[in-house]
């Protein structure tokens, strides 16, 4: 899947369109000793039934997500293009 390096899109605090760069989104890695995280942790911990958190169905593909921050007053804002796809999403030049 390819996207365009710039496009012309609505900035909200600018209240206009503006030029925007694009980039890929990257998700961060969960913080391991987060109140939460260890909770989840616990709860895998031995025999069980259902957990939440735990998946059995695996969907194919992810929605692609791109980070576009407006060339005017560099704020940024996250979008989802398309649909479901298992293709990586690739920026292209220009
Ligand atoms: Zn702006």
């Known amino acids: 899947m390819k996207y365009p ?4 899109a609505y900035c909200p ?3 206009k369109h503006t030029k925007h760069k694009v980039k890929l989104y990257a998700k961060g890695s969960a913080r391991t ?5 260890l ?8 025999y069980k039934g259902k957990v939440a958190g735990e998946k059995k169905v695996m969907k194919q593909g992810k929605r692609q997500k791109i980070i576009i921050e407006c060339s005017v007053c ?7 293009i398309g649909t479901r796809t298992r293709k990586k999403l ?4 220009g």
């Open 5 to 8: 390096a710039n496009v012309n």
């Open 39 to 46: 909770k989840h942790a616990r709860k895998l911990v031995g």
């Open 74 to 80: 560099k704020k940024k804002q996250e979008r989802v």
């Open 90 to 93: 690739e920026i292209t030049v």
């Open 13 to 15: 605090a600018c209240k």
């Open 33 to 37: 000793m987060a109140w939460g995280q």
